[in-house]
């Protein structure tokens, strides 16, 4: 078995009929499987880096996928992520990782059939929501910090506008949110990233995913190398045709920064505090850590979002 930190799924090495190297997948949703198992052949008829699915079982509960190897990104970029100091390898791959990014959300998104999404099509208000009360039912409350309700929903409601505010420097057209976008879920086989677990993908803007990898609580890429790999990324939407309006995406990237860390600190304190798993609770003073940076570095966080700001100066007793 091969083993997974955050996922129901079960993954296992077998060896198919054609004495080839498989992994074979156990899920436990036949939608989320159908959405992965959709996502994954669209993707290989664009020329997209994904594991191909092999075969799939009669009642669509599991499935074989190329075998990609064992090399995690998160590995590969371990004396970094240790260190704060990338060497020139290691940057070569977060560059490679996230100016292929930019063509899995632009050409991913090509005569793609949303309706197969799951659990949503979309990153829509319903969405954005879920990701707040993630980080207030399953983070915040668990801290046993005392806060106010009706303050920290009225930050919600900024937040959700904000974020769906066609001010976001996008077409209007629809592109391929990866969803949970980060080193864990990136594979290199010969040296070149190949992505996996996309099957949490929809519609949505570029920026979160560009939040999701850079701001990784546990990849501990310094500001300075995050700035080079978005200049890094901007530059391969262009290549796609992206019609990037820079300046109004380059404003709305900080409250995608704040969305997501708020959503991984949830998701922390749900596998941390309720199923007691040690590596999450590990991984919390880290995006803490992100979170306060963020509002030092974006006064207009500040101003937006002030009680999301003082509750991040009271949790930072838990550092």
Sequence with gaps: ?????????????????????????????????????????????????????????????????????????????????????????????????????AHVQVEGAQDFDWSVCFPVPAMDERAVRWDLNYFKYCFLKGTKIE?????????????VANILSPLRGEPERGFFLYRDFQSRNVMLKDGEPYFIDFQGGRKGPTQYDVASFLWQAKANIPQTLREELIDE????????????????????????????????????????????????LASIPNALRNLNELFAMHGELQTQYPYIYAISNDLLVLL
């Design 233 to 280: 990324y901007l530059d391969e939407l262009r290549i796609t045709n992206y019609e990037l309006q820079e300046k109004e995406w380059r404003a709305a990237l900080p409250h995608f920064v704040l969305l997501r860390t708020l959503q991984v600190l949830g998701a922390y304190g749900y596998r941390g505090y309720f199923e007691r798993k040690e590596h999450f």
């Design 1 to 101: 078995m091969i083993l997974q930190q955050g996922s129901n799924r079960i993954y296992t090495r077998e060896t198919d009929g054609q004495g080839r190297s498989v992994i074979r997948v156990v899920g436990t949703n036949r939608d989320e499987n159908r959405a992965f198992i959709y996502m994954s052949r669209h993707f290989a008829e664009k020329g997209l880096p994904v594991p191909r699915v092999l075969w799939v079982s009669e009642d669509e509960m599991s499935y074989t996928q190329e075998d990609l190897g064992d090399t995690l990104l998160f590995d590969a970029i371990r004396h970094g992520r240790e260190t704060g100091v990338f060497d020139e390898t290691e940057r070569t791959f977060l560059t490679r990782t996230i100016r292929a990014l």
């Design 147 to 159: 806060f106010s309700e009706p303050k920290l929903e009225d930050d919600f409601d900024s937040m």
